[in-house]
């Protein structure tokens, strides 16, 4: 069984090695990246995904909103 998982975070660099850290996971499956809060949401919203990494001092508080309204079999990694 593998975890869908997304990362969320505004620096393309911290996307970068999340996504070399999630590829050495075999049970990880990262489907999409997203450089903005409301992109990441829109998709979660249409996405049956397990794992969300996230970074929550995004610009706005929209970060922590998102990570308030998820349901709550979601894990949540944040940076």
């Known amino acids: 069984m593998s975890?869908?998982?997304i990362i969320i975070d505004k620096e393309l660099a911290a996307i970068e090695l999340l996504t070399s850290f999630?590829?050495?996971f075999p049970r990880l499956n990262l489907l999409e990246t997203f450089d903005n809060v409301i992109a990441g949401s829109e998709y979660l919203h249409d996405h049956d995904i397990d794992l969300l990494f996230i970074e929550l001092s995004m610009p706005s508080s929209e970060a922590i909103s998102l990570v308030k309204s998820l349901p709550?079999?979601?894990m949540v990694s944040s940076q």
């Open 22 to 24: 999630i590829e050495s």
């Open 3 to 5: 975890l869908k998982c």
């Open 72 to 74: 709550e079999k979601m």
